[in-house]
């Protein structure tokens, strides 16, 4: 193997660091962070958790939590290979909703889910 080729450690080490997931209380990502979850505050809710999808080339399903100030959201994101649209589901604590309570995103485009408080359903 001459040095101009690549050792193959190098090449797996590249691929776990652009698989892993990187993320913090209030954000989640994974391909390098061009996919991104975050929990943010929303001037008519309780919380808004946006997800910005881009474009992986693996499939993958992962859990996790995000919060805001306390407000603890648990979320499951279902990763589709290429073209296909990635969904995530989220699950607010009780005295919460989320609406709508999944959203499936295509590629290159991002969707919304709102966090009610129970007294803005009339709860």
């Given at each position: 193997?001459?040095?101009d080729?690549?050792?193959?450690?190098?090449?797996?080490?590249?691929?776990?660091a652009?698989?892993?997931?990187?993320?913090s209380?209030?954000r989640?990502?994974?391909?390098g962070?061009?996919?991104?979850v975050?929990?943010?505050?929303?001037?008519?809710?309780?919380?808004v958790?946006?997800?910005?999808?881009?474009?992986?080339?693996?499939?993958a399903?992962?859990?996790?939590?995000?919060?805001?100030?306390?407000?603890?959201?648990?979320?499951?994101?279902h990763?589709?290979?290429?073209e296909e649209p990635d969904?995530?589901?989220v699950?607010?604590p009780?005295?919460?909703?989320?609406?709508?309570?999944?959203?499936?995103?295509?590629e290159?485009?991002t969707?919304?889910?709102?966090?009610l408080?129970g007294e803005?359903?009339?709860?």
């Amino acid at each position: 193997m001459g040095y101009d080729e690549p050792m193959p450690w190098m090449a797996a080490a590249a691929l776990a660091a652009l698989a892993s997931p990187v993320h913090s209380a209030e954000r989640y990502c994974w391909a390098g962070c061009e996919s991104t979850v975050i929990i943010a505050p929303h001037p008519d809710a309780a919380a808004v958790v946006t997800f910005d999808n881009r474009m992986v080339h693996s499939t993958a399903t992962a859990v996790f939590t995000l919060d805001l100030d306390g407000l603890a959201v648990s979320v499951e994101a279902h990763v589709g290979r290429g073209e296909e649209p990635d969904t995530i589901f989220v699950t607010p604590p009780e005295g919460y909703v989320a609406r709508p309570p999944m959203v499936t995103v295509q590629e290159n485009d991002t969707g919304e889910i709102l966090i009610l408080k129970g007294e803005y359903l009339g709860g």
